[in-house]
């Protein structure tokens, strides 16, 4: 079953065709159709148009209203200031609208699957072994998943990368100071019965391993000698020092895996492909990119130039592919995984959700990559897309980066924990009846709490930094995920407390003001998926539904729904439109990893 054409989409064609009417010989224009407070629609288009065909734009616009299909859609069209068209839709056409896409089998509420559905590699929540997961892993895990979402939501072929970092010089630094120092890492193994609490031990001890072999390895030059020779070893595959690295990545990822599962997040094991992952293609790019010229030798090292980027003297910056020491950089590992993403997964897109302090890195790595070739299909001829997602900062409430009291950087384990119990301290202060047990109040605990830290990161666009207020977080009142969540539990409250009244469409009513602007929002989901996805901007989609939820509390204001009772007909509409929009905002919420309650 096709998906139901919004009212937008309608409109938008209609003049469009009103458009070619008029003006046949004109090339396909766009009515620059958008929502307006001074009618439903207004339409901008027809002045571009009037300044290319020389003609008056009033006049113009006054033809193009004679050539517009009304009557079942639009209600009234007409012209305004310098050629303006507003445009009012009949309250007919938006309740059978809205009717005809809750009747979609696929519950999709009116969004289409892309025609040509590509397939798009997304490298997100790229966290590191034997490291504590902090604040700053955050953005690119809860931003990814959205994107995740919203494009398979589309329809596009969604391949998941976690890169995460498990191979290099910190590596031998570990195993050579654990090997000299064996007792060290004296912790419970990921057999444990109780694997969250192992995992998270674990971790916690392979953090403070990590940082005492690194002071080590900064003050004792012997014991750095020491180390890069383990890094030999581990390069070259020997079984003992293989044996412990894996011990190391086994055990992070189920720490890695538990602070996934706290953040409501689906990670397969399949998903994630660290630095090691290429570590045998590394040779092999440093090859392909020496030998078309793309990588010089300079110093000893391999590197690629570019005439624009420059340090502050003025001299060349170089990426570096292959040290002079022969160790590899961030930069052959990068390369190789394009490498592997465009060949073996025959992606079509690539997006990394990365810091926005490594955009000179991956600026570099994608101009290398072009100037190999490596982002051109072959057989169609077609450019292969990159992108970096870049995100800005997580701050405190000084405006600083988010840090402990002493410093240090936040535990991203910390932050949730403290969000879910602030959460359930809010589930249930609102639990005035008690109808909730305690199981129930720590699960919505749960969902509020997470969902309250994941929609603060998805509510503010990538690129920006943004507070971490979680007293503003858990809050009932402002632009929240609790917000919302408490707009969809009224919603199933309304629909419970109606009784034998049950939501039923009515065309032919008169609609109330604030039931029209309701109907028309909840008409934009589709465009609002579509952009939001295309634009890799879930901010977007927040945007749109946190309206939805203000809208609904002014339409619940002013249209009674039960009491006092209305007519048993506008009742039954007024239930219609409220379900549909509890199916919006729990469609909505679920794309960006966020759950609906039922109650709170």
Request: charged fraction near 25%; include cysteine.
């Amino acid at each position: 079953m096709a998906p139901v054409k919004s009212l937008t989409a309608t409109v938008h064609q209609r003049l469009a065709d009103a458009l070619t009417a008029t003006l046949p010989e004109a090339p396909p224009a766009d009515p620059l159709l958008r929502r307006s407070d001074r009618a439903d629609f207004q339409a901008n288009g027809i002045l571009a148009l009037a300044k290319k065909a020389k003609a008056n734009p009033r006049d113009l616009a006054t033809q193009v209203v004679g050539n517009v299909v009304s009557g079942d859609v639009i209600k009234d069209i007409e012209v305004s200031g310098p050629g303006f068209l507003n445009i009012t839709l009949t309250d007919k056409a938006i309740i059978e609208n809205l009717a005809a896409r809750t009747a979609d089998p696929d519950a999709r509420l009116g969004a289409p699957r892309t025609a040509n559905p590509g397939t798009t590699v997304i490298d997100y929540a790229q966290p590191n072994v034997a490291k504590e997961m902090h604040v700053g892993h955050l953005r690119s895990a809860v931003i990814g998943d959205a994107v995740v979402q919203l494009l398979e939501f589309t329809g596009e072929n969604v391949v998941r990368r976690h890169h995460i970092g498990d191979w290099g010089t910190q590596f031998g630094m570990l195993i050579q100071y654990l090997d000299e120092h064996p007792h060290e890492l004296d912790h419970k193994t990921a057999n444990d019965s109780d694997s969250e609490a192992s995992g998270e031990e674990a971790m916690s001890n392979l953090d403070r391993l990590y940082k005492t072999a690194r002071k080590l390895f900064d003050s004792d030059e012997e014991f750095k000698t020491r180390a890069r020779l383990r890094v030999v070893d581990l390069q070259a595959g020997d079984p003992a020092t293989l044996a412990i690295w894996q011990r190391f990545v086994d055990e992070s990822k189920i720490y890695f895996f538990s602070v996934f599962e706290k953040l409501d997040m689906e990670i397969q094991d399949a998903d994630i492909v660290g630095e090691s992952g290429y570590n045998d293609m590394l040779d092999e790019t440093c090859r392909l990119l020496e030998e078309s010229g793309v990588a010089v030798h300079s110093e000893g090292a391999l590197c690629v130039f570019f005439d624009d980027i420059k340090g502050p003297e003025g001299n060349p910056v170089p990426l570096i592919i292959r040290k002079s020491d022969g160790g590899y950089g961030y930069a052959a590992t990068d390369l190789s995984a394009i490498r592997d993403r465009v060949f073996n997964l025959k992606a079509n897109n690539l997006i990394y959700v990365v810091d926005a302090r490594q955009s000179l890195h991956f600026k570099m790595v994608f101009e290398t990559a072009r100037r190999a070739g490596w982002l051109t299909d072959e057989q169609t001829k077609s450019e292969i897309k990159p992108f970096q997602l870049a995100f800005g900062t997580v701050l405190g409430k000084d405006g600083k980066p988010f840090k402990t009291r002493e410093g240090e950087t936040v535990r991203l384990v910390d932050l949730l924990d403290e969000a879910v119990d602030r959460a359930t301290a809010v589930v249930r202060e609102k639990d005035t009846q008690a109808q909730l047990s305690e199981d129930e109040i720590a699960e919505r605990g749960a969902q509020v709490g997470i969902g309250a830290v994941k929609y603060a990161d998805l509510s503010t666009s990538a690129n920006r930094d943004y507070k971490f207020d979680l007293d503003q977080m858990v809050s009932l009142n402002g632009d929240t995920s609790v917000y919302l969540q408490y707009a969809y539990a009224r919603i199933q409250s309304i629909l419970r407390k109606a009784g034998e009244v049950r939501p039923s469409a009515h065309p032919e009513l008169e609609l109330h003001e604030a039931e029209r602007a309701l109907g028309l929002h909840v008409d934009a989901f589709a465009e609002t998926v579509a952009e939001s996805a295309a634009e890799y901007a879930p901010h977007k989609l927040a945007a749109y539904l946190y309206q939805l939820a203000s809208l609904f509390t002014t339409f619940y204001d002013k249209c009674p729904v039960i009491k006092p009772a209305p007519p048993k007909d506008v009742a039954e509409n007024r239930l219609f439109l409220s379900d549909v929009t509890a199916k919006t905002l729990h469609q909505g919420m679920a794309l960006l990893g966020i759950r609906t309650p039922e109650r709170l």
